[in-house]
């Protein structure tokens, strides 16, 4: 089939599957239902939150990027229209979870028919799209009225490339889910961690409270990583990079707002 024969094939599909009659689409609680997923407490409350702002800090194989997917495939099959974004520092970081929301949406495709789908991204016949994207400003430019951006390991996405996406959920008022585990009192996700207020919805959840990973295996873990690799890993703690010449309380500490600047700006 030649190209323009493709395009006018797909948008026949498009325009037959959104005259059809609606499927009642499960949300979060109910997909996961649906899905076989069993889900621990904490993913449960994450599941059922609206909160236009969300950070889970969350340890190695703790569960956050299936609460992730399951979040961006409700969004594109509850929402016509929407468009899901999957960011992260590298393509193949983001490759990773997006192959979880595919692999989610393939056990319920029944329920909204797609009009395209690769390694990707992927098309709905709602007209809602999921895109996966590396950590390359001039790539993800392009974009706009996203109305989902999920961003996984998001404490080593810079402060660059978050000052190039935050803006595509300024018109579409969309959410903006983040998960990681901690690299250091540094970067963009440290300052919403520790000091951005209530318009984050936080979550952490160390590996000891993880039930699907062994204490012994943890002990085992503890005994053969550096303690600062331990630690961030498994415990979810921000601890100081090794090369920081001063520990970031010490510099907080030591700014005062009663001190005058040595120079003055001059208007």
Request: aromatic share 8%.
């Amino acid at each position: 089939m030649t190209a323009p024969l493709a395009a006018i094939a797909k948008r026949i599909d498009t325009l037959a599957a959104r005259l059809a009659p609606p499927v009642a689409v499960p949300r979060r609680l109910a997909l996961a239902e649906r899905l076989g997923i069993t889900l621990d407490p904490w993913q449960r409350s994450a599941l059922a939150s609206d909160a236009r702002q969300v950070a889970f800090n969350v340890t190695r194989q703790g569960g956050k990027s299936t609460i992730a997917a399951l979040i961006g495939l409700d969004e594109a099959l509850s929402r016509p229209g929407a468009l899901v974004l999957v960011l992260s520092p590298g393509e193949r970081q983001s490759k990773l979870l997006f192959k979880k929301v595919l692999g989610y949406y393939r056990a319920v495709r029944g329920l909204v028919p797609a009009v395209a789908e690769n390694k990707l991204s992927l098309e709905l016949s709602n007209g809602s799209e999921v895109h996966a994207l590396p950590g390359d400003g001039d790539t993800v430019r392009g974009f706009s009225a996203v109305t989902l951006l999920l961003i996984d390991e998001a404490s080593r996405v810079s402060d660059d490339m978050l000052g190039a996406v935050r803006p595509m959920l300024a018109v579409s008022g969309g959410r903006l889910v983040t998960m990681s585990t901690p690299w250091g009192k540094r970067g963009w996700w440290w300052e919403a961690w520790s000091g951005g207020g209530p318009s984050w919805e936080r979550y952490e959840v160390p590996a000891t409270e993880c039930p699907r990973i062994a204490p012994a295996f943890l002990e085992e873990e503890r005994r053969n990583l550096p303690p600062l690799v331990f630690d961030s890993e498994y415990l979810c703690r921000f601890v100081e990079p090794l090369d920081a010449f001063f520990r970031y309380d010490d510099i907080a500490a030591a700014a005062s707002s009663e001190v005058r600047p040595l120079f003055q700006e001059v208007a």
